[in-house]
C-alpha cells in the first residue's frame, strides 16, 4: 500500500479529517482523534494505528512489521512498517478496526449526531 491509497482509504471514513503535523507526518483524525499516522519522509512508510490491547500484542508476535507503537502509548497503538510483507486488505483491515476504536471512544450524543 502507498501513500496515495492510504490516504484515500482513510479520507473515505465518514468525518474523518487529514492534517500534516509535526514537520512530515500525515495525521486522520475523526472528531480531532487520531485513528491512523504516516511519517512521509521515512522509507519503508510506517504508520500507526490504535488497536485493541490484546489484539496488538498478538499481532505483533505474529508479524514482523508490527512493533509497539513508536511515540504512542504501546498498550494501545502498533506501528506497522509497509513492507509488502502484510496484505493491502489486512492492512486496511486494521485502519477500519482503528477508526471503530477512536469512534467507539467519542460520546454518545456525539456519535448519534454523527451517526457513527
Not at 502507498?2 to 509535526?22: A, K, M, P, R
Not at 512508510?45 to 511515540?71: I, S
Not at 506501528?79 to 493491502?88: A, F, M, N, Q, V
Amino acid at each position: 500500500m502507498n501513500v496515495e491509497e492510504l490516504t484515500g482509504y482513510c479520507q473515505s471514513f465518514d468525518h474523518s479529517t487529514t492534517e500534516i503535523q509535526w514537520g512530515n507526518v500525515l495525521v486522520f483524525k475523526v472528531e480531532g482523534k487520531m485513528f491512523c499516522f504516516v511519517a512521509l519522509d521515512e522509507s519503508p512508510l510506517k504508520m500507526n494505528l490504535k488497536c485493541d490491547p490484546e489484539e496488538a500484542v498478538e499481532l505483533r508476535e505474529r508479524f514482523p512489521a508490527v512493533t509497539p507503537g513508536f511515540h504512542m502509548n504501546k498498550k494501545y497503538w502498533n506501528t506497522i512498517t509497509l513492507d509488502e510483507t502484510i496484505s493491502d486488505s489486512l492492512i486496511r483491515l486494521w485502519i477500519e478496526n482503528s477508526y471503530r476504536l477512536v469512534v467507539a471512544k467519542l460520546p454518545k450524543n456525539r456519535r448519534e449526531q454523527l451517526s457513527l
